[in-house]
């Protein structure tokens, strides 16, 4: 343990009283508070902190100088704490219902206190329930819109953009996704999970010198495009819903990028349990259906963020980007970002490090391998026919049937 870490139970209780403030009267009454360590990511350690009767409670995040699943052979900088308790704020500015509410940041116990929305749950979970969720399309095209219109520079004054890119240089966050999106899954890395009855595909993806340089030119992009604040990290396991509501947390990984990275993070999050669910157990047709509303969300998805994005640029004060013809050069930028990043995530959540619940969920491996293999060709055909794709939904479909 290193010195700032929480100690015990106690520790995370009197930190949590000490900073939730006025806001939370029982908090200051109650004689005891509950807590529970409820983390499931791959990073830090997150704590529900509650009264006995649960009708008030926060959450505490606490990072560590290293990779919580990995240990400290694999260190990683605290500045992801400030910046992910700087972009939530950023984006509580921009969609507040769409976020949880950020009550505190501890610089010296690199902690994060927060709203607790646990009337929420994870979007992994939902899909896997095949949920309907009417509203999440419009309500993340929504995010995307606002937070990465209002960071860039149709927004921002020359001055403030600058000072804000380097504010949020986040550099072993970025090294992760450099590492995990873009190197990893096209080689025969050791970090690289693979099932067995996917070997092959695998090996095939390691000699495909035109994907390669495909996938080199948008890590070039990553690298070097500061167009817009990010979240970063923009899977389903960063995402929360009930029916009406959608928010959006973890943003850790923030920092300064191509706006696509983003959005294809997420059109990758809705494709990625569509092929999941082309092979899950379940009755043919209801299959179908929940494969054919997850196709739908993307599309809702990239509508409502395309109509959001173009509302607010037509009021941008910049005189370049005020042009008649510029927001729609910079939409079909995105858009063809957005799907090559897609690719990429379909392709690394198949072969590379992090896998998700969604596919790993199909228990025999002959199985998953039929929804592995769909995801490893989809992604391959986004990001090889990005710059000249027309339906791409009709292509989405077609590897689904
Ligand atoms: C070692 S971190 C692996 C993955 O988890 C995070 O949520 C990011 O998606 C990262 O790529
Ligand atoms: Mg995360």
């Known amino acids: 343990s290193i010195d700032y870490q929480f100690r015990d139970d106690a520790d995370v209780i009197a930190f949590a009283r000490q900073h939730v403030g006025a806001r939370y009267l029982a908090f200051a009454t109650a004689e005891a508070l509950q807590v529970e360590e409820i983390g499931d990511g791959n990073?830090?350690?997150?704590?529900?902190v509650c009264t006995p009767d649960r009708s008030a409670s926060v959450i505490v995040?606490?990072?560590?100088?290293?990779?919580?699943?990995?240990?400290?052979?694999?260190?990683?900088?605290?500045?992801?704490?400030?910046?992910?308790?700087?972009?939530l704020q950023f984006e509580a500015d921009c969609a507040p219902d769409l976020v949880p509410a950020l009550h505190h940041f501890d610089e010296a116990r690199s902690a994060i206190v927060m709203e607790d929305i646990g009337d929420h749950r994870n979007l992994r979970h939902a899909f896997l329930e095949r949920a309907s969720l009417p509203q999440l399309g419009e309500q993340m095209g929504r995010f995307l819109a606002t937070t990465l219109y209002r960071s860039s520079d149709l927004a921002l004054d020359a001055h403030d953009k600058k000072a804000r890119v380097a504010r949020f240089i986040n550099p072993d966050q970025c090294k992760i996704t450099e590492d995990l999106f873009f190197i990893d899954p096209f080689c025969d890395h050791e970090r690289n999970s693979i099932n067995p009855a996917l070997r092959a595909d695998a090996e095939a993806l390691w000699q495909d010198a035109a994907l390669k340089v495909e996938v080199a030119e948008l890590k070039q992009r990553f690298l070097s495009a500061p167009e817009a604040l990010l979240h970063g990290d923009l899977h389903a396991g960063s995402i929360f819903v009930r029916?009406?509501?959608?928010?959006?947390?973890?943003?850790?990984?923030?920092?300064?990028?191509?706006?696509?990275?983003?959005?294809?993070?997420?059109?990758?999050?809705?494709?990625?349990?569509?092929?999941?669910?082309?092979?899950?157990?379940?009755?043919?047709?209801?299959?179908?259906?929940?494969?054919?509303?997850?196709?739908?969300?993307?599309?809702?998805?990239?509508?409502?963020?395309?109509?959001?994005?173009?509302?607010?640029a037509a009021h941008t004060p910049d005189a370049s980007f005020a042009a008649p013809g510029v927001a729609e050069r910079l939409l079909a930028r995105m858009l063809r970002d957005a799907l090559g990043y897609a690719g990429c995530e379909l392709i690394r959540r198949t072969v590379g490090?992090?896998?998700?619940?969604?596919?790993?969920?199909?228990?025999?491996?002959?199985?998953?391998?039929?929804?592995?293999?769909?995801?490893l060709a989809l992604g391959r055909e986004l990001i090889m026919a990005r710059e000249s794709l027309s339906d791409i939904d009709a292509l989405v479909a077609r590897h689904l049937a």
Not at 43 to 48: C, K
Not at 353 to 373: P, V, Y
């Open 43 to 48: 990073i830090n350690y997150v704590y529900r």
């Open 243 to 312: 029916e009406d509501s959608t928010k959006v947390i973890d943003p850790e990984f923030g920092f300064f990028g191509p706006a696509g990275f983003d959005i294809g993070s997420w059109l990758a999050a809705l494709w990625l349990a569509a092929c999941a669910h082309t092979e899950l157990e379940g009755e043919q047709g209801d299959k179908r259906d929940y494969v054919a509303q997850l196709r739908a969300q993307a599309v809702a998805s990239w509508e409502s963020f395309a109509r959001e994005y173009r509302e607010q």
């Open 61 to 87: 995040k606490q990072g560590l100088p290293w990779v919580r699943i990995i240990g400290e052979s694999w260190p990683l900088s605290l500045v992801r704490v400030r910046i992910e308790a700087e972009t």
């Open 353 to 375: 490090l992090a896998h998700i619940l969604e596919l790993e969920s199909i228990s025999d491996a002959t199985t998953r391998a039929r929804a592995e293999r769909r995801a």
